[in-house]
């Protein structure tokens, strides 16, 4: 298919599934050392608190990334700037397989989350190559592709470390790092920016236009709040299963993990709603589910099928408000797509980071119902600044 052609029947299915992959495979890059941190430890002689430097230059490396990186694809061609991302990642990827110690493998850790951000820069270009019609499912589809990167970046890890070790691991994504870029060298035309911008210009416009569009605002506090009860549940779900009546180890609360295919269900089937209907209802309906899903997270969490229950209503109201925010940004007129995403991640982040913190203090002092509290109370309050925005909109 030619670049007219993807212009004329927009982004198309094949390219949809292309950009899913890419984003999915390039975001496992940041989640791989996790399950190997001990082995690491083991391998190069250090403790534990040492070696969990790793993955946490790698987060602050991606957050990093996001600033650096994300805003050029309003002013790069788009599929060059993947490229490059790609080599980048490849060559840092190959750094840590080969580190002799800690201070080269915190190094080239930083620099894989760094040049992992590929998938921030693919959901706003496959919103700018689809249709109006089809905008939602085709971010939805992308970050169906994220979160199953996501899901599966520490089973893979696991798996291979076990039988061929943890430099195995970053070998192994490297090389898919190769073949990625081969294929969206070959399969995906060349996307140039609507303008063209000096980086300095570039975040000067990025840091007016959360004032200048309160919408993109208001998208991105309502992402935090759901990125801030999901942090909230996670950072604290490990404690309470090893308590009383469980008595669950680590390896519990890893196959808790598995309810995040109830996520990637939920991105696409959200994305296809905000076609349908407004992306900012569908986003609100969402963001209230996850508040709700807190009920039985707290009334049933004596019961493992309670929890399991509670864990998949989360995931399900997290992700689809996401991805409704998402589509709402990236319907928004005007050449900023990769600047209003980049406004929206790190607010999304910064929620996550909120949300770890008060969770984690509220299981210090209040245990699993003070934890309940924090987290039906972060997207509850999105909703009321929901419903708040809608009355105004409506008058």
Known sequence: MTAGAAGASGLGRGRAALL????????ANIYYAQPLLPTIGRDLGLAARDVGLVATVTQVGFGLGLFLFVPLGDALERRGLMLRLLGGATVALG??????????????????GLTSVLPQVAVPLAAHLARPEERGRAVGAVMTGILVGILL????????????????????AAGAMVLLAALLRALLPPSPPD???????LMRSLALLPAREPALLEAALLGAAGMATFSAFWATLAFRLEAA??????????????????????AGAAGRLADRRSPRDVGGVFLALSALSWLPLLLLDGSLAGLAAGTV???????????????????????????RNTVYMVAYFAGGAVGT???????????????????????AAGFALWLAARRRFSR
Do not use: C, K, Y
């Not at 397989?97 to 080239?108: E, I, K, S, T, V």
């Open 357 to 379: 913190a008060l969770g984690t203090l509220a299981f210090d002092r209040a245990g699993w119902p003070g934890v309940a509290a924090v987290g039906a109370g972060m997207p």
């Open 245 to 266: 009546p469980h008595h669950l180890g680590p390896e519990g609360a890893g196959l808790f993990g598995l309810f995040g295919v109830a996520g990637a269900l939920a």
């Open 313 to 339: 209503l989360l995931d399900l109201g997290v992700q689809g408000s996401h991805v409704s925010n998402l589509a709402r940004v990236h319907a928004m007129a005007g050449p900023e797509r990769s600047r």
């Open 153 to 172: 970046a520490r089973t893979v890890a696991g798996i291979v470390g076990a039988h061929l070790g943890w430099r195995a691991v970053f070998l192994f």
């Open 95 to 112: 750094a840590a397989a080969l580190a002799p110690g800690l201070p080269a493998l915190l190094a080239a850790s930083f620099a894989v």
């Open 195 to 201: 303008e063209r911008l000096a980086w300095g210009e």
């Open 20 to 27: 899913a992959v890419a984003a999915g495979t390039s975001v």
